[in-house]
């Protein structure tokens, strides 16, 4: 089995009030796992089993669906683990703030873009800040496609992500997406989404 599932890096609850315990099981001990699971099995014989996620998605129109939805949903949830933390949300500095600042205007401007692309994306997906050769740009994707994937309408390399799929907060916030999205700049790994720019750029 090539692929496996991540442990959290943190307790389930770690991220309370913002994001429950129970989603938190629920989304990575069954969501996450099933797509690691399905990944496996759509990638069983397939050479592409030993190349790197990030190099299957970005041939992923070459691909069968199940590996676009599954390779896609393994990919972003080890990430949205990562740019999560406990006491998170302070504002960024060093680098990605001022990178922030010069793209977007400031900080507020760019959550609120943020925010919106997660708000307006209809049904199940991903809001995403990107790395464009440095360049920082909002996008979101539907289902479990990312920025990474050939077929994506706007490429670049994810620093952040915010997955606005039901599962990721319906038993909290039932119908009030924009309740989950205002409480995520709670929880946000500033520190991560840094060593993430400075990796893409
Ligand atoms: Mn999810």
Redesign the pocket.
Known sequence: MPFTLPALPYAPDALEPFIDKMTMEI?HGK?HAAYVTNLNKALEGNEWASKPIEEILASISKLPMAVRNNGGGHYN?SLFWNILKVNGGKAPGGDIGAAITRDFGSVDKFKEQFANAGMTRFGSGWAWLISQHGKLVVASSPNQDNPLMDIAEVKGVPVLGM?V?E??YYLKYQNRRADYVAAFWNVVNWDEVASRYATAK
């Open positions: 989304h969501h949830h997955d799929w599962h990721a």
